[in-house]
């Protein structure tokens, strides 16, 4: 099959766009005013196409990216969930439903699974801002390819919520302990991190999205899956960024001191170690700053998350995080943390409890239990 033609497949305020280059079909995430933040909808719409191509023996390889230059996908619908989610009172009170929640993250979840899982190859370009849900989406694929301009993160703790998607995954497969530092802090990071943590596999300048999306749908895609793999690798190879010409890489020049920031056997030591940081480094300054203003209740999770994914299935990684996440929208946390940081904008969110040593286990643990009868991920 070779790239012959491109052909319109949906209207432009689709808030996904969906197009042909011959054999190469292309999604493009279509809010660029909201940074291309996923809601339900293109959730369901990218699903529903990723289902449709996986069948389709005229596609070869799949191209996702974001419309505008800022960002790929800089997370989740935030809002919705915070006005589908408990405040305290009510989470107090028992008055809570997992009926939104659960759809909104199962659905969001088995897009990621299947992208992990899928057969052919899916390029993902992560120009921009990447963060949350568009990690999700960008994890999971073959090629992954960030830019000078990649920002990453995963900063869940400032909104009372955790690193999700599978970070389970793939922050516990980060050399030593960075998953560990990134999940807690929030901290955000660059494209030559995101290859240095294992989250990327080129890098190409900004300017050659066109270029490389052009080149990949010239490719000969003749044989099976396997050889389009090869196909697209070798192609996105002989495009990346020479090494002189790439950022450095924070992560890599914070080695060191992460692992000492992090080198404790409990939360508690690892908690009042990073927020604890005396030194001049702004990066660390400000990851220490996050941490120690975020939720409580977020380090407890994502220290016990990491502990109990560590030899888990992605499947089963994905089966976790939906309990938690639906469990911690009925905490009351995120709807203190949105609203602090979004919705009143104070900045001052009032978490309960207030401090780390405050949380009780047991309220950590119960986040982690099946909030249904029968689980909606169960058919994985």
Known sequence: MRAVHMEREAQSESPVTFRRHGA???????????????NLEMIDLLSAQLEAWAEDDSVACVWIDGSGDKAFCAGGDVVALYEESASYTEATAGEVSTEFTTTFFSHEYRLDHRIHTFEKPIVVWGGGYVMGGGIGIMAGASHRIVTPSTRMAMPEVTIGLFPDVGSGWFLNRMPGRLGLFLGLTGAQFNGSDALFAGMADRMLADSDRERAL??????????????????VSDCLKDLQLPLGEQPASVLREHYDIIQQLTDFPTLPGVWH??????????????????????????????????????HLSLVDVFRMELA?????????????????????KDRNPQWQPARLEEVPLGEVLCCFRDPWPVHPLRDL
Request: charged fraction near 20%; charge should be positive.
């Open 24 to 38: 190469l079909a292309q999604a493009t995430l279509n809010l660029p005013r909201a940074l291309n933040a996923l």
């Open 324 to 344: 938690l996440a639906v469990n911690l929208c009925n905490s009351g946390h995120l709807r203190e943390g949105v609203r602090a940081l979004l919705v009143d």
């Open 214 to 231: 052009e080149a990949v749908a010239g490719l000969d895609f003749t044989g099976s899956a396997k050889t389009f793999h090869q196909l």
């Open 273 to 310: 170690s990073i927020t604890g940081y005396e030194g001049e480094d702004r990066w660390l300054q400000k990851a220490a700053k996050t941490l120690a203003g975020g939720s409580p209740m977020t380090p407890w999770v994502v220290w016990e998350q990491l502990q109990r994914a560590r």
